[in-house]
């Protein structure tokens, strides 16, 4: 079962919309790096070489049809204040997102608390989990996509910029652009293979192998639905 909640006015523990039942407890929780998000959903890099080409060509062209130096020189200085506008808008939804946006591990489920204007949480139980991927970058940083078994799918529009990209028909969701991901996944691994019904193939390999064949899930699991709730 999914899970929706959003009402965070009073959240009795930060990223989780109520209080954990008796017998589950947290295991981790994280926000994803701000500048990775830039980075990896807002392509900052890319938009600030598409801004210096831009500059530079309209100066070019200027410095071109005038022969003057000095005229090229304040074509750059009056497109540069618009160009860093740009980026620094980029930059604010990144550091936002990421402010606003809290993952938690338990030992029973993920929960992802995202959202900007309209936060919105997602409680995703082991049960429908059908496997975990693992994309660690440079310097730890990384993403862990969540394979789901259930038939009702969360939204792609619901779940972005927390969802594996261009998984339009069944979006997965993600853990994304966390520091240290590789142990995050590690523990992951462990608190799924924990709650795997005997004999259940082994969860680390689905970590290793995101794209193997799904674990079934356990019996009686519930639909992936999404319930609102006031």
Not at 41 to 62: K, M, P, S
Not at 78 to 99: E, M, T, V
Request: hydrophobic share 45%.
């Amino acid at each position: 079962m999914s899970h929706v909640h959003d009402d965070f006015h009073v959240e009795p523990i930060p990223g989780l919309p109520e209080n954990l039942p008796p017998g589950e407890r947290i295991l981790w929780q994280g926000s994803p790096l701000w500048w990775e998000l830039g980075k990896q959903v807002f392509h900052i890099r890319a938009v600030a070489v598409y801004f210096a080409v831009l500059i530079l060509w309209r100066a070019g062209v200027r410095l071109d049809a005038t022969d003057s130096v000095a005229a090229a020189f304040i074509t750059i200085l009056s497109l540069a204040p618009l160009a860093l506008i740009g980026l620094g808008l980029f930059a604010l939804l990144a550091y936002l997102s990421s402010r606003t946006t809290i993952y938690t591990i338990t030992n029973r489920r993920v929960v992802l608390r995202i959202g900007i204007a309209l936060p919105t949480s997602f409680n995703i139980p082991f049960t429908v989990v059908a496997a975990a991927g693992l994309c660690v970058r440079t310097g730890g940083s990384g993403d862990i996509p969540l394979k789901l078994t259930c038939k009702s799918r969360i939204g792609y529009g619901n779940l972005w910029p927390h969802a594996r990209p261009w998984r339009f028909r069944s979006p997965e969701p993600m853990l994304r652009a966390i520091p240290d991901a590789g142990h995050v996944a590690d523990l992951l691994g462990s608190a799924l293979q924990a709650a795997l019904p005997a004999g259940a193939k082994s969860t680390k390999a689905a970590l290793a192998q995101p794209e193997s064949a799904p674990r079934s899930a356990a019996a009686g699991a519930p639909s992936c639905e999404l319930v609102q709730t006031p």
